[in-house]
């Protein structure tokens, strides 16, 4: 063999070694990622689930000097509206694990990892999840008997698109539990990403309808500058404007600036005659907003929600009580998930150990510190410090202002671990879409490759909204049901989300968006409360009147002007204006231009 076809074989090898993965442990593994570092929530078991969550916000942006490596962006605050969606997906676990009709003699366990809403903590915490090293090895699986089977996750649409890329590499089934945008149906792309929320088609859609309901016609629009926010926001104004109705204004919400980019927003929305707002954003990009709009006072404006923001705990700090009171908007959609809230608030520190989560959920609850866990010990605590005594009790407070059950997130979480564990019972029965197999052609399920489980879980069936049937469509979608929700003051000024509607995009036509108007409080600024907000560039022509447009001005945008002598316009709204019955009349007689002509007689 020549040097030459040596040297050939040689490179190919290397490239073959570094597409491997390693069923062992490597002396020196020949790719490290060596600014990072990962830990989370885990729990040992037969077969291994990941789950993907958001539990800090990461408010610390350094400035880029493109000369020398980005720092890394600091996870500051903690989020314990994200607390409920981590522990549904423990108590889904639990449970399944307590069921002898579910998944006998098999235990199911778990990685969790916080993302804190950062693309390189979340591009880090997949490979974790995938290669069991704190500082991950690109291509290797070093978790040789227990590798995790399917990931839960992530909460957003960009992190998600970033988790398939690697994960639809090797087939590894992901379930987001929150992630709408449109993209993520796309099964050549992502072939193994499914979500138990609806895409965005059917939001954007649906939005369309809940404003035309309303008769808004002049509608400013407000998004996130992520795949979630820019492609919602552009079907939501196509719909609009098929169906006639006109932008104020369509702004952007940068995420990758400390101030989102609020002041100019808000600047816009304060000088814009619109009143309603449609947003696509999630709370966290918002909330910047909203504070500049308190620091402005803007009040008055309605705000239509997506599923991002609608229940957040962000919007139900009492601060934001003028803002939002009155918003409506979507939810998605909420089933029960009998004796979570028990579950709830049973948990403590000292009973769960291993949940560093917990323990900082518990500090930030009730305002002190634990001297035991993983948290601190007590020689960092200055005198001052108000130690945690472990007597302090969840069920004393309201963990939630609405009752987490109702919310549907926690709900989707739950329902992506059962289509999990219901697709592995299928897969270890030897059963897929009801029918049976020989067991000889069936996977193990002790020595299952995640491939395997995808077509189990394509085409798994599971129990939602009183039906029974398959759950996933050829895309990976669920149903499409929202509930419509208002955000209405309490007596002690906080919000609450009170349900006012529904929208179903499978009912029949006419009847897929339902809203009890009646039972809708507005802003107080905009209408006292009662009557339905007005959001039009200009008011409806009378009768005798037609719309000549600005020029310069979208269409919704127009002046009334009286019609000439002998015509009128004898609806409202009219574009152009008709001869009168009674100057046709008086034409036919002859009186059309004030002479009189002999008719001949036949």
Not at 300 to 313: D, H, N, P, R
Not at 523 to 528: D, I
Request: hydrophobic share 35%; aromatic share 10%.
């Amino acid at each position: 063999m020549s040097f030459r076809s040596c040297q050939k074989v040689t490179v190919c090898l290397v490239r073959l070694l570094l597409l491997s993965p390693c069923t062992g442990q490597l002396a020196t593994p020949l790719c490290k990622l060596q600014r990072a570092s990962v830990s989370g929530f885990t729990r040992d078991g037969d077969i291994l689930l990941g789950g993907t969550f958001a539990m800090h916000d990461a408010r610390e942006y350094s400035p880029l000097t493109f000369t020398e490596r980005p720092a890394r962006i600091s996870c500051q605050t903690f989020l314990p509206a994200s607390f409920p969606w981590l522990q549904a997906m423990t108590f889904a676990i639990e449970e399944v694990n307590m069921k002898s009709s579910l998944l006998p003699n098999i235990t199911l366990g778990f990685r969790i990892h916080d993302s804190c809403m950062v693309l390189e903590r979340s591009l880090v915490g997949t490979l974790w999840m995938l290669t069991g090293e704190e500082v991950p090895t690109p291509n290797y699986l070093c978790w040789k008997n227990h590798p995790t089977m399917a990931i839960v996750g992530d909460a957003t649409s960009t992190v998600s698109i970033l988790m398939s890329r690697i994960l639809s590499l090797y087939k590894h089934p992901q379930i987001s539990y929150s992630a709408s945008s449109p993209l993520l149906s796309d099964r050549n792309e992502f072939p193994s990403f499914f979500r138990t929320v609806p895409s965005d088609d059917y939001q954007s859609c649906g939005l369309a309808q809940l404003l035309l309901h309303f008769e808004w016609t002049w509608v400013g629009l407000l998004a996130d500058d992520d795949d979630y926010g820019q492609y919602g926001i552009q079907l939501l104004r196509e719909e609009l404007v098929n169906a006639g109705a006109c932008i104020a204004f369509c702004e952007t919400i940068i995420t990758g600036r400390a101030d989102k980019n609020a002041f100019h927003i808000v600047q816009v929305i304060k000088k814009s005659s619109a009143n309603a707002i449609a947003i696509f954003s999630n709370a966290a990009s918002l909330a910047e907003v909203l504070d500049e709009m308190m620091e402005q006072n803007v009040t008055g404006k309605v705000l239509i929600a997506t599923e991002g923001w609608s229940t957040s705990g962000f919007m139900f700090m009492e601060k934001y009580s003028e803002i939002l009171s009155g918003t409506i908007g979507f939810e998605i959609y909420s089933g029960e998930i009998p004796g979570f809230e028990e579950y709830l608030t049973g948990l403590h520190p000292l009973r769960t150990t291993d949940d560093v989560f917990l323990q900082e959920f518990w500090e930030e609850t009730f305002g002190c510190k634990l001297h035991y866990g993983k948290r601190r010990s007590m020689d960092v605590y200055s005198n001052d410090t108000l130690v945690c005594t472990g007597a302090e009790k969840l069920e004393r407070l309201q963990v939630n202002p609405t009752g987490i059950t109702s919310f549907g997130y926690p709900y989707k979480i739950y329902t992506a671990v059962y289509a999990i564990a219901r697709s592995l019972h299928d897969l270890s029965i030897c059963r897929m879409d009801g029918t049976s197999f020989d067991q000889r052609t069936c996977a193990d399920i002790m020595s299952l490759q995640p491939w395997q489980l995808l077509q189990y879980i394509r085409k798994v069936n599971l129990q939602e909204n009183g039906g029974r049937g398959k759950y996933f469509d050829e895309h990976g979608n669920p149903p499409a049901q929202y509930d419509i929700i208002n955000l209405q003051q309490n007596h002690n000024g906080t919000l609450k989300p009170v349900k006012v509607g529904a929208y179903d995009s499978s009912a029949p036509p006419g009847e897929t968006l339902k809203v009890n108007v009646n039972a809708v409080h507005w802003n107080t600024g905009a209408t006292g409360g009662t009557k339905i907000p007005i959001s039009v560039c200009s008011p409806m022509c009378p009768t005798g009147k037609r719309k000549v447009v600005r020029e310069g001005q979208p269409i919704c945008c127009f002046v009334c002007v009286p019609c000439p002598q002998g015509e009128i316009a004898n609806r409202t709204d009219s574009i152009d204006c008709s001869i009168s019955e009674m100057n046709t009349k008086e034409h036919l007689m002859g009186r059309g231009t004030g002479r009189s002509k002999k008719i001949k007689n036949i």
